[in-house]
């Protein structure tokens, strides 16, 4: 897989560089221009292996288009969103040398503010908005969110709980967490505390907060993270008293 990226990337105008990672058979690099993007085709890999279906050579064009538009320092208000990712996401990025704009809200989880555009959600860097408040930021990325709440997804597939998702862009599909006008509009199933699985990016799954389900939860997380695709977080979250918290053993 990786080498069909790679030499997809070769052929993409301005890519003057690609370089296999040594150490990370997933991983390698491209310089465009001046600039250095690291790309990870884990995640494009297990979409291919879900959807057998799906045309590889349009996905990795995607994938490969999604490249330079991260290298992009257009960003305009209407593409600013936000994305829950965990701490370990952050401090990974800040070891690359990249300074994200994000915020906590709590246990793991974080805010990483990120640009959508049409192939890519790429995160946005302190130095990509300098000057503008975060407070600022966040009004903005939230009333974006908001706009996807008609496109909001309920699925009772599982029999205990609730699945989560934005039909157009799942990928925002965790950061329903921050809106008051969702917790409202689930309130008459999820009237109290809730339990919060977030093992992947592009899902949220909602339960009532009892032990009993904190175990079919647990197990789901479990599954899901054992299919090694487009992994968010394999901590167990609850919603208790307004405030996301771990929930221990």
């Known amino acids: 897989m990786r080498e069909s990226v790679m030499a997809a990337a070769r052929a993409a105008p301005g890519v003057t560089k690609v370089v296999a990672d040594p150490d990370n058979a997933a991983q390698f690099t491209s310089t465009i221009g001046e600039e250095t993007v690291t790309s990870d085709v884990t995640n494009l890999f297990g979409y291919l292996s879900a959807n057998p279906d799906e045309n590889a050579d349009e996905a990795i064009a995607r994938f490969v288009r999604s490249m330079a538009e991260s290298l992009s320092r257009a960003i305009s208000d209407d593409i ?22 994000h915020e906590p809200i709590g246990a793991d989880l974080v805010v990483v503010y990120m640009a959508d555009r049409p192939d890519s959600m790429a995160p946005i860097g302190v130095k990509d908005l300098p ?3 975060l407070e600022d930021v966040r009004k903005t990325a939230l009333a974006n969110l908001r706009k ?45 505390d809730v339990l919060i699985a977030l093992p992947r990016k592009d899902q949220l799954f909602l339960f009532a907060d009892d032990p ?33 918290v771990a929930v221990s053993e």
């Open 80 to 101: 600013i969103v936000p994305v829950i990712r965990t701490r370990d996401y952050v401090q990974d990025a800040a070891r690359r040398g990249q300074e994200l704009l």
């Open 131 to 133: 000057g503008r408040a």
């Open 148 to 192: 996807s709440l008609p496109k909001l997804v309920e699925d009772d597939g599982l029999g205990f709980g609730m699945l989560y998702y934005v039909d157009d862009n799942p990928m925002l599909s965790p950061s329903l967490l921050l809106l008051d006008e969702f917790w409202e509009s689930i309130a008459a199933r999820f009237p109290g």
């Open 212 to 244: 009993k389900h904190a175990t079919g939860a647990r197990r789901l997380i479990e599954v899901t993270i054992e299919e090694d695709f487009n992994l968010l977080s394999p901590q167990l979250h609850a919603r208790r008293g307004g405030r996301i």
